[in-house]
Nanobody
């Protein structure tokens, strides 16, 4: 059974930082792209960032560019999201997702229906 487990969420003041982690079990995602999405109350789940299998390609939603960094450690089957300069509008449940359709691809996708595996989510709350 494939599992993606997120951790690292919490409550932080505006301007603070958090690092989210997502560890896969049941299969390896080392050869596939991984992404982060988020969902705020009353809103649809939106794309945040994605990274290809080797870490050589990364994409971000405009609102987090320059503040968030996605990375991965394939030895640990883990992907990270470093979040700096957090704002209240970053408050959401953050989900890790795995795109297992294209092995060792450079390309990345930002549509949630393109991701096959999902974690349970971790809450990030940024106070003003």
């Amino acid at each position: 059974q494939v599992q993606l487990v997120e951790s690292g969420g919490g409550l932080v003041q505006a301007g603070g930082s958090l690092r989210l982690s997502c560890t896969a079990s049941g299969r390896t995602f080392n050869n596939y792209a991984m992404g982060w999405f988020r969902q705020a109350p009353g809103k649809e789940r939106e794309f945040v960032a994605a990274i290809n299998w080797s870490g050589t390609n990364k994409i971000y939603i405009d609102s987090v560019k320059g503040r968030f960094t996605i990375s991965r450690d394939n030895n640990k089957n883990t992907v990270y999201l470093q979040m700096n300069s957090l704002k209240p509008e970053d408050t959401a449940v953050y989900y890790c997702a795995g795109d297992a359709r294209f092995r060792r691809s450079f390309l990345l996708r930002d549509r949630r229906d393109k991701y096959d595996y999902w974690g349970q989510g971790t809450q990030v709350t940024v106070s003003s």
